[in-house]
Protein backbone atom coordinates (compact mmCIF):
# COMPACT_ATOMS: atom_id res chain seq x y z
CA UNK A 1 0.00 0.00 0.00
CA UNK A 2 0.95 3.55 -0.71
CA UNK A 3 2.03 5.59 2.25
CA UNK A 4 0.41 8.65 3.69
CA UNK A 5 -0.23 11.37 1.14
CA UNK A 6 -0.69 14.57 3.45
CA UNK A 7 -3.88 16.23 1.27
CA UNK A 8 -7.20 18.49 1.86
CA UNK A 9 -9.44 20.59 -0.32
CA UNK A 10 -7.49 23.57 -1.21
CA UNK A 11 -4.40 23.75 -3.49
CA UNK A 12 -1.27 21.35 -2.38
CA UNK A 13 -1.31 17.69 -3.34
CA UNK A 14 0.78 15.35 -3.17
CA UNK A 15 2.02 11.80 -3.78
CA UNK A 16 2.48 8.26 -3.41
CA UNK A 17 3.08 9.04 0.51
CA UNK A 18 2.84 12.69 0.10
CA UNK A 19 0.98 16.27 1.13
CA UNK A 20 -1.43 17.41 -0.74
CA UNK A 21 -2.07 21.23 0.34
CA UNK A 22 -4.42 23.78 -0.19
CA UNK A 23 -5.13 27.36 -1.05
CA UNK A 24 -3.80 29.81 1.71
CA UNK A 25 -6.41 31.80 0.34
CA UNK A 26 -9.92 30.50 -0.49
CA UNK A 27 -12.15 33.36 -1.74
CA UNK A 28 -12.17 32.69 -5.66
CA UNK A 29 -15.48 33.11 -7.74
CA UNK A 30 -15.47 31.91 -11.08
CA UNK A 31 -15.84 34.47 -13.63
CA UNK A 32 -15.07 33.33 -17.15
CA UNK A 33 -12.89 34.18 -19.86
CA UNK A 34 -13.02 37.95 -20.26
CA UNK A 35 -9.60 39.05 -19.86
CA UNK A 36 -9.49 40.64 -16.39
CA UNK A 37 -9.56 37.06 -14.58
CA UNK A 38 -6.05 35.34 -14.18
CA UNK A 39 -6.78 31.76 -14.42
CA UNK A 40 -9.98 30.54 -13.06
CA UNK A 41 -8.07 27.12 -12.22
CA UNK A 42 -7.95 26.82 -8.19
CA UNK A 43 -11.41 27.96 -7.16
CA UNK A 44 -11.75 26.16 -3.89
CA UNK A 45 -12.43 22.41 -4.15
CA UNK A 46 -12.49 23.12 -8.23
CA UNK A 47 -9.26 21.07 -8.98
CA UNK A 48 -8.60 19.98 -5.03
CA UNK A 49 -11.95 17.77 -4.57
CA UNK A 50 -11.29 16.33 -8.01
CA UNK A 51 -7.48 15.79 -7.65
CA UNK A 52 -8.43 13.98 -4.08
CA UNK A 53 -10.98 11.65 -5.94
CA UNK A 54 -8.03 10.41 -8.54
CA UNK A 55 -5.64 10.22 -6.05
CA UNK A 56 -7.72 7.93 -3.83
CA UNK A 57 -8.91 6.10 -6.69
CA UNK A 58 -5.20 4.98 -7.50
CA UNK A 59 -4.26 3.77 -4.24
CA UNK A 60 -3.14 6.92 -2.69
CA UNK A 61 -3.04 7.54 0.80
CA UNK A 62 -3.65 10.80 1.24
CA UNK A 63 -2.96 13.76 4.25
CA UNK A 64 -4.40 17.16 3.35
CA UNK A 65 -3.67 20.64 4.29
CA UNK A 66 -5.60 23.76 4.46
CA UNK A 67 -6.58 26.52 6.36
CA UNK A 68 -9.93 25.45 7.29
CA UNK A 69 -11.05 23.24 9.51
CA UNK A 70 -11.37 19.48 8.62
CA UNK A 71 -15.06 18.66 7.36
CA UNK A 72 -16.96 15.50 8.32
CA UNK A 73 -16.68 14.35 4.12
CA UNK A 74 -13.10 14.21 4.83
CA UNK A 75 -12.20 10.72 4.79
CA UNK A 76 -8.30 10.98 4.70
CA UNK A 77 -5.93 12.16 7.75
CA UNK A 78 -6.06 16.24 7.79
CA UNK A 79 -3.97 19.16 8.69
CA UNK A 80 -4.88 22.82 9.33
CA UNK A 81 -2.60 25.29 8.32
CA UNK A 82 -0.69 28.13 6.48
CA UNK A 83 1.14 28.09 3.64
CA UNK A 84 3.38 31.37 4.70
CA UNK A 85 3.90 29.30 8.43
CA UNK A 86 7.12 27.25 7.72
CA UNK A 87 6.68 25.81 11.08
CA UNK A 88 3.08 24.22 10.27
CA UNK A 89 4.08 23.45 6.71
CA UNK A 90 7.12 21.77 7.98
CA UNK A 91 4.55 19.59 10.26
CA UNK A 92 2.50 18.99 7.14
CA UNK A 93 5.16 17.43 5.03
CA UNK A 94 6.76 14.91 7.58
CA UNK A 95 6.92 11.40 6.52
CA UNK A 96 5.42 11.92 2.82
CA UNK A 97 7.32 10.45 -0.07
CA UNK A 98 5.58 13.84 -2.35
CA UNK A 99 3.81 17.07 -2.57
CA UNK A 100 1.32 18.40 -5.03
CA UNK A 101 1.25 22.06 -4.37
CA UNK A 102 -1.72 23.76 -4.94
CA UNK A 103 -2.01 26.39 -2.53
CA UNK A 104 -2.06 29.98 -4.35
CA UNK A 105 -4.10 32.98 -4.46
CA UNK A 106 -5.21 31.96 -7.60
CA UNK A 107 -5.21 35.53 -9.09
CA UNK A 108 -4.15 39.07 -8.90
CA UNK A 109 -8.32 40.31 -8.62
CA UNK A 110 -8.53 37.87 -5.27
CA UNK A 111 -5.26 39.67 -3.35
CA UNK A 112 -3.33 42.74 -3.35
CA UNK A 113 0.08 42.45 -4.62
CA UNK A 114 1.59 42.14 -1.37
CA UNK A 115 -0.66 39.35 -0.96
CA UNK A 116 0.01 37.37 -3.65
CA UNK A 117 3.49 37.80 -3.88
CA UNK A 118 3.56 36.75 0.00
CA UNK A 119 0.74 33.53 -0.84
CA UNK A 120 2.25 32.39 -4.11
CA UNK A 121 6.27 32.83 -3.66
CA UNK A 122 6.87 32.51 0.05
CA UNK A 123 4.49 29.82 0.53
CA UNK A 124 5.63 27.68 -2.20
CA UNK A 125 9.20 28.53 -1.45
CA UNK A 126 8.09 27.13 2.46
CA UNK A 127 7.01 23.45 0.93
CA UNK A 128 10.82 23.45 -1.13
CA UNK A 129 12.24 23.98 1.81
CA UNK A 130 10.61 21.74 4.06
CA UNK A 131 10.46 18.71 1.60
CA UNK A 132 14.32 19.22 1.22
CA UNK A 133 14.17 19.14 4.87
CA UNK A 134 12.32 15.97 5.23
CA UNK A 135 13.49 14.05 2.46
CA UNK A 136 10.21 14.42 0.33
CA UNK A 137 11.54 12.67 -3.26
CA UNK A 138 9.02 14.87 -5.45
CA UNK A 139 6.91 18.04 -5.94
CA UNK A 140 4.43 18.14 -7.99
CA UNK A 141 3.69 21.65 -8.66
CA UNK A 142 0.47 23.62 -9.80
CA UNK A 143 1.55 26.83 -12.07
CA UNK A 144 -0.51 28.13 -14.31
CA UNK A 145 0.00 29.08 -18.14
CA UNK A 146 0.53 32.67 -16.76
CA UNK A 147 3.63 31.79 -15.87
CA UNK A 148 4.67 32.52 -19.52
CA UNK A 149 2.90 35.69 -19.37
CA UNK A 150 1.27 35.20 -22.83
CA UNK A 151 -2.59 35.28 -21.70
CA UNK A 152 -4.18 38.57 -19.96
CA UNK A 153 -3.53 40.70 -22.86
CA UNK A 154 -0.65 42.71 -21.59
CA UNK A 155 1.86 41.92 -24.89
CA UNK A 156 1.52 41.10 -28.28
CA UNK A 157 1.99 37.30 -28.31
CA UNK A 158 5.54 36.19 -29.72
CA UNK A 159 4.20 32.72 -31.80
CA UNK A 160 1.49 30.26 -32.34
CA UNK A 161 0.67 28.04 -31.16
CA UNK A 162 1.74 28.70 -27.44
CA UNK A 163 3.66 25.77 -26.51
CA UNK A 164 6.07 25.12 -23.51
CA UNK A 165 8.81 26.87 -25.07
CA UNK A 166 6.88 29.64 -25.58
CA UNK A 167 9.87 32.85 -24.12
CA UNK A 168 7.84 33.82 -20.52
CA UNK A 169 7.55 37.15 -20.05
CA UNK A 170 5.23 37.42 -16.99
CA UNK A 171 3.64 40.94 -16.04
CA UNK A 172 0.90 41.07 -13.17
CA UNK A 173 1.68 39.90 -9.70
CA UNK A 174 0.03 36.73 -10.17
CA UNK A 175 2.18 35.85 -13.31
CA UNK A 176 5.50 37.18 -11.50
CA UNK A 177 4.53 34.66 -9.09
CA UNK A 178 3.94 31.41 -10.90
CA UNK A 179 7.02 32.17 -12.81
CA UNK A 180 9.05 32.64 -9.73
CA UNK A 181 7.63 29.35 -7.95
CA UNK A 182 8.47 27.59 -11.25
CA UNK A 183 11.97 28.91 -10.98
CA UNK A 184 12.31 28.07 -7.48
CA UNK A 185 11.89 24.28 -8.58
CA UNK A 186 14.59 24.47 -10.93
CA UNK A 187 16.65 25.67 -8.41
CA UNK A 188 15.60 23.11 -5.95
CA UNK A 189 16.12 20.51 -8.71
CA UNK A 190 19.85 21.79 -9.47
CA UNK A 191 20.95 22.20 -6.02
CA UNK A 192 19.09 18.96 -3.68
CA UNK A 193 18.02 16.75 -6.60
CA UNK A 194 14.15 17.14 -5.36
CA UNK A 195 11.81 16.15 -8.83
CA UNK A 196 9.97 19.18 -9.17
CA UNK A 197 7.33 18.74 -12.24
CA UNK A 198 4.98 22.30 -12.58
CA UNK A 199 1.64 21.97 -14.12
CA UNK A 200 0.50 25.04 -16.08
CA UNK A 201 -3.48 24.94 -16.62
CA UNK A 202 -5.34 27.10 -18.42
CA UNK A 203 -8.96 27.94 -17.11
CA UNK A 204 -10.01 24.91 -15.80
CA UNK A 205 -13.81 24.21 -16.22
CA UNK A 206 -16.32 21.51 -15.48
CA UNK A 207 -19.30 19.62 -16.63
CA UNK A 208 -21.74 22.05 -14.69
CA UNK A 209 -20.09 25.39 -16.24
CA UNK A 210 -19.91 23.98 -19.57
CA UNK A 211 -22.96 25.38 -20.95
CA UNK A 212 -21.06 29.36 -20.41
CA UNK A 213 -18.82 27.71 -23.49
CA UNK A 214 -21.99 27.66 -25.51
CA UNK A 215 -23.10 30.97 -24.95
CA UNK A 216 -19.94 32.65 -25.75
CA UNK A 217 -20.21 32.28 -29.32
CA UNK A 218 -23.32 35.08 -29.00
CA UNK A 219 -20.47 37.17 -27.29
CA UNK A 220 -18.09 36.84 -30.71
CA UNK A 221 -14.06 36.15 -30.79
CA UNK A 222 -13.66 38.93 -28.57
CA UNK A 223 -14.16 37.42 -25.54
CA UNK A 224 -11.54 35.36 -24.66
CA UNK A 225 -9.21 36.39 -27.14
CA UNK A 226 -6.61 37.20 -24.66
CA UNK A 227 -6.68 33.89 -23.28
CA UNK A 228 -6.73 32.29 -26.48
CA UNK A 229 -9.96 30.52 -26.04
CA UNK A 230 -8.37 28.32 -24.11
CA UNK A 231 -10.07 26.38 -21.67
CA UNK A 232 -9.03 21.98 -19.77
CA UNK A 233 -11.69 19.97 -17.83
CA UNK A 234 -10.82 19.91 -14.56
CA UNK A 235 -10.79 15.52 -14.56
CA UNK A 236 -7.95 15.90 -17.57
CA UNK A 237 -6.04 18.36 -14.78
CA UNK A 238 -6.02 16.50 -11.86
CA UNK A 239 -5.24 12.83 -14.06
CA UNK A 240 -2.07 15.12 -14.81
CA UNK A 241 -1.27 15.86 -11.48
CA UNK A 242 -1.56 11.73 -10.93
CA UNK A 243 0.82 10.82 -13.79
CA UNK A 244 3.08 13.74 -13.04
CA UNK A 245 3.68 11.70 -9.26
CA UNK A 246 4.96 8.72 -11.22
CA UNK A 247 6.60 9.81 -14.55
CA UNK A 248 9.77 8.32 -14.97
CA UNK A 249 13.38 10.14 -16.44
CA UNK A 250 12.21 13.62 -15.58
CA UNK A 251 13.57 15.81 -13.05
CA UNK A 252 12.48 19.06 -13.36
CA UNK A 253 10.22 20.30 -15.92
CA UNK A 254 6.95 22.05 -16.80
CA UNK A 255 3.32 20.97 -18.98
CA UNK A 256 0.95 23.16 -19.92
CA UNK A 257 -2.38 21.51 -19.69
CA UNK A 258 -5.16 22.34 -22.52
CA UNK A 259 -8.41 20.78 -24.06
CA UNK A 260 -7.96 19.66 -27.75
CA UNK A 261 -10.17 22.26 -28.95
CA UNK A 262 -11.33 26.04 -27.69
CA UNK A 263 -13.99 27.58 -25.46
CA UNK A 264 -16.11 28.99 -28.47
CA UNK A 265 -18.21 27.73 -31.76
CA UNK A 266 -16.07 29.91 -33.87
CA UNK A 267 -13.48 28.36 -36.30
CA UNK A 268 -10.01 28.39 -35.12
CA UNK A 269 -8.93 29.44 -38.79
CA UNK A 270 -11.37 32.32 -38.73
CA UNK A 271 -10.15 33.27 -35.20
CA UNK A 272 -6.53 33.25 -36.15
CA UNK A 273 -7.43 35.45 -39.08
CA UNK A 274 -9.22 37.71 -37.39
CA UNK A 275 -7.43 38.33 -34.46
CA UNK A 276 -3.82 37.33 -34.94
CA UNK A 277 -2.98 37.13 -38.44
CA UNK A 278 0.23 38.57 -37.71
CA UNK A 279 1.53 36.39 -35.46
CA UNK A 280 3.90 34.26 -36.68
CA UNK A 281 3.74 30.90 -36.51
CA UNK A 282 6.36 28.34 -35.04
CA UNK A 283 4.90 25.07 -37.08
CA UNK A 284 3.16 25.00 -40.29
CA UNK A 285 -0.35 26.20 -39.61
CA UNK A 286 -2.24 24.01 -42.01
CA UNK A 287 -0.56 20.93 -40.31
CA UNK A 288 -0.67 22.11 -37.34
CA UNK A 289 -4.75 22.76 -37.29
CA UNK A 290 -5.03 19.38 -39.37
CA UNK A 291 -8.52 19.76 -40.30
CA UNK A 292 -10.28 20.56 -36.81
CA UNK A 293 -12.37 23.21 -37.10
CA UNK A 294 -11.90 24.32 -33.69
CA UNK A 295 -8.26 23.18 -32.69
CA UNK A 296 -6.69 24.72 -29.68
CA UNK A 297 -4.18 27.70 -29.78
CA UNK A 298 -2.21 25.64 -27.25
CA UNK A 299 0.07 23.02 -27.70
CA UNK A 300 0.00 20.51 -25.60
CA UNK A 301 2.50 17.97 -27.11
CA UNK A 302 5.19 17.97 -24.70
CA UNK A 303 2.90 16.78 -22.05
CA UNK A 304 1.99 13.94 -23.97
CA UNK A 305 5.53 12.77 -24.43
CA UNK A 306 6.96 13.20 -21.18
CA UNK A 307 3.57 12.49 -18.84
CA UNK A 308 1.65 10.35 -20.90
CA UNK A 309 -1.24 12.46 -20.59
CA UNK A 310 -3.50 14.23 -23.58
CA UNK A 311 -6.89 15.80 -22.96
CA UNK A 312 -9.96 13.54 -22.74
CA UNK A 313 -12.83 15.44 -22.47
CA UNK A 314 -14.40 18.01 -24.05
CA UNK A 315 -17.42 20.74 -23.35
CA UNK A 316 -18.49 20.14 -26.93
CA UNK A 317 -19.35 16.14 -25.45
CA UNK A 318 -21.68 17.46 -22.70
CA UNK A 319 -23.11 20.37 -23.46
Known sequence: MKRALRVTTGEIAAVPSGLLCFPAVRRHQLDGLDGHHRDTTKRAGNIGREQVRQLQEAGHDIRGFDRVAKSRAMDYEYIAGDLRDLYTVRQAVGGVEAVIHLGAIPSD???????????????????????????????????????????????????????????RHPHSPYQISKHLGEEMCTAFTNRHGLITLSLRPVAVLYSE?????????????????????????????????????????????????SARDTVIDIPTQELVDTYYANTPWIKERATYLNGETYRALLDCSHAKEVLGWAPEHSWRDET
Open 209 to 257: NYHWCRDAVKRGGEHGKVEYWAYVDRRDVARAGVLALTAQGVKNDAFLL
Open 109 to 167: RHGCADDVLATNVQGTWNVLLACVEAGVERIVNYSSVNALGCVGGYKEGIHLPVDDSYP
